[in-house]
């Protein structure tokens, strides 16, 4: 059941950032949860996030996440680690930009019968000198947002 719990929790998380909803983006984490963002900047606590999300949403049009799961995996009873690629489409376009492709990691915890985002890291895939693969990565992810619209 852990698995399918953390993938919603996931699930939500960028829904709220396609939704340009801070408020539902953070409602997933756990109140001491931390965001380390695509350029390094570090959130903690929920209504921390909620706050700066919120505030990067009134101040960019951000564009859209098209996501992949690739792993979800237990880290013992009360934990997991889920694994996913990430690509954005800009505002008004339907092409992924491959400049901001990413990997994506949750670590997830369960406390009281509860799961809660504790880690969302979400870290560039720009495969430095190996332009092969972030064409693989971004028609991987194309296909994704294709499916999408």
Same mark, same amino acid.
Do not use: C
């Given at each position: 059941?852990?698995?399918?719990?953390?993938?919603?929790?996931?699930?939500?998380?960028?829904?709220?950032?396609?939704?340009?909803?801070?408020?539902?983006?953070?409602?997933?984490?756990? @109140?001491?949860?931390?965001?380390?963002?695509?350029?390094?900047?570090?959130?903690?606590?929920?209504?921390?996030?909620?706050? @700066?999300?919120?505030?990067?949403?009134?101040?960019?049009?951000?564009?859209?996440?098209?996501?992949?799961?690739?792993?979800?995996?237990?880290?013992?009873?009360?934990?997991?680690?889920?694994?996913?690629?990430?690509?954005?489409?800009?505002?008004?376009?339907?092409?992924?930009?491959?400049?901001?492709?990413?990997?994506?990691?949750?670590?997830?915890?369960?406390?009281?019968?509860?799961?809660?985002?504790?880690?969302?890291?979400?870290?560039?895939?720009?495969?430095?000198?190996?332009?092969?693969?972030? @064409?693989?990565?971004?028609?991987?992810?194309?296909?994704?947002?294709?499916?999408?619209?």
């Amino acid at each position: 059941m852990g698995q399918q719990d953390v993938r919603a929790l996931y699930d939500s998380l960028i829904a709220g950032w396609n939704d340009h909803d801070g408020a539902a983006m953070a409602g997933p984490f756990a @109140e001491d949860g931390v965001v380390i963002g695509f350029d390094g900047s570090v959130s903690s606590g929920q209504q921390t996030i909620s706050t @700066e999300m919120a505030s990067i949403f009134a101040d960019h049009e951000t564009g859209r996440y098209a996501v992949k799961v690739h792993s979800v995996r237990s880290l013992g009873p009360q934990a997991m680690i889920l694994r996913a690629i990430a690509g954005l489409v800009p505002p008004g376009q339907t092409a992924i930009n491959p400049g901001t492709n990413s990997h994506q990691t949750v670590v997830a915890e369960q406390h009281e019968g509860q799961w809660k985002i504790v880690l969302f890291q979400n870290t560039p895939a720009q495969f430095h000198g190996r332009p092969g693969l972030v @064409e693989d990565m971004t028609r991987e992810l194309q296909a994704v947002a294709d499916r999408s619209t």
